[in-house]
């Protein structure tokens, strides 16, 4: 079992930036990619951003290209999404989620792909 508990969330004003952290614990795998999945109230949970086990690949969702960075260090566990120039329609839960995959380059970006949720953190963009 691998447990993921997030932190950084908060109520910011639009344009502002926030960084969003995931510590990861418990039962580890070879190889297995993590990311950021955000709901906003009456929408389906989608994949905002999303890092292979090596880092070198990274996925975005097109609302979010050129504003939002995922970054993860293994050594420690943690996985990271850095946000600037933060919209109103940023605001949602923001899941921290991992999936086991085969490969130290694969990405994941769909929920059934996800094997671990965190429990979510809520960002609120007020304009």
């Known amino acids: 079992q691998v447990q993921l508990v997030e932190s950084g969330g908060g109520l910011v004003q639009a344009g502002d930036s926030l960084r969003l952290s995931c510590a990861a614990s418990g039962r580890t795998f070879s190889s297995y990619a993590m990311g950021w999945f955000r709901q906003a109230p009456g929408k389906e949970r989608e994949a905002v951003a999303t890092i292979s086990w090596n880092a070198v690949n990274t996925y975005y969702a097109d609302s979010v290209k050129g504003r939002f960075t995922i970054s993860r260090n293994n050594a420690k566990n943690t996985v990271y999404l850095q946000m600037h120039s933060l919209k109103p329609e940023d605001t949602a839960v923001y899941y921290c989620?991992?999936?086991?995959?085969?490969?130290?380059?694969?990405?994941?970006?769909?929920?059934?792909?996800?094997?671990?949720w965190g429990q979510g953190t809520q960002v609120t963009v007020s304009s």
């Open positions: 989620a991992a999936g086991i995959v085969g490969s130290d380059y694969a990405l994941v970006t769909r929920r059934y792909e996800i094997n671990y």
